[in-house]
C-alpha cells in the first residue's frame, strides 16, 4: 500500500472513532463550527425574555435638570430695608445742611435779578446788639494781626463757624493760614477787616435764614451797582477779579454772615 493510500484510511478510522463516540456519549453526529466573539453579530445575540427583559430608556440631558431656587433672605421687621439704609456720613433730608454748620447753604445767596434791590446799610446802630458786638470782635481781632484771635469767635462743634462752602477738615485757624498770602494769615486778616467796612445788607428777615451779610455785593447783581459802588468794590478786590465775576454775574470773593443772636455763621469765598 502506498502512502496516500495509507493516509486515506488513517482518516476514515479517525472519523468512523468520532461517529461511534458521538452515538455513545449522545453527542450530535455533526457539530457545527465555533464562532469568535468578533464574529458574531449583534442582532444575532439571543434577547433576554420575560422578567430578565430590561428596558432602555435615554438619560435626561444635564442642562434639563432643574435647578433649586436662589435662597433669598427675609428681613425681619426691625431690620432696615436697602430703601432705608444711609451711607456713613451721607445727609438725610432731617439733617441735610443744618443751620450754622459746614456745608449751610445761607454762604451761597442766590441773586434774583429781577427781584428788589435789598438795602444797603452803612449804619452799625441800625444792627441788633448782638450783631453789632460779634462784628466789632472780629474787626478788633484782625486788628491785633495774630489770627490766632480769631479761633475763640470762630467756634466749635455744630456752631462753628463755616470757612468752606465744601466743608472743613482740622483746624480752622491753620485753614485761615493756609489762605493768606504770607505765612503769618495777615493777608487773610486784612482782607476780613475790609469786608467788615463795607455796607451790609439784612436778608431773610423773620425768617429762620436770616442774616446781617458783608459786603452788600453779595446780595446784588453786578451789573446793577453804580459808579460808587464799584469803587468800593474796588477797595476789596481787583478789577481783574471784577471781570472774572461778570462771568458768574455775582460777586463771589470772601463774605462775612452773622445770625441775629450774634454768632459768626460763615466767612468764605467762592461760588
Known sequence: MNAAGSGHERRASRWLLLAFAA???????FATPAWSLSEIKREQAPAPKGEEAVEQEPLPPVDGVPLP???QNTPRADEPTPDDQTEP???????????GTPG??????TVDPGAPLPEVVYDLQKLPEPVRRMRQLIVDAAQ?????ALRPLIGSGESITQLSLGGLEGDPVEFLRELSGDKEGQEILAILEEVLNAGYVHLDAGTPNELYVWPYFFAIPL????????????????????EDMK???AYIFYRVGI??????SFFVAGD
Open 23 to 29: 452515538i455513545a456519549f449522545g453527542l450530535p453526529a
Open 69 to 71: 431656587d436662589p435662597i
Open 89 to 99: 456720613g451721607e445727609a438725610t433730608p432731617d439733617n441735610a445742611n443744618p443751620e
Open 104 to 109: 449751610d447753604n445761607s454762604a451761597r445767596h
Open 144 to 148: 491785633k494781626g495774630d489770627i490766632e
Open 223 to 242: 451789573d446793577k451797582l453804580d459808579a460808587r459802588q464799584r469803587v468800593e468794590l474796588f477797595k476789596i478786590v481787583t478789577a481783574g477779579d471784577y
Open 247 to 249: 462771568t458768574y454775574g
Open 259 to 264: 445770625t441775629p443772636d450774634g454768632r459768626w
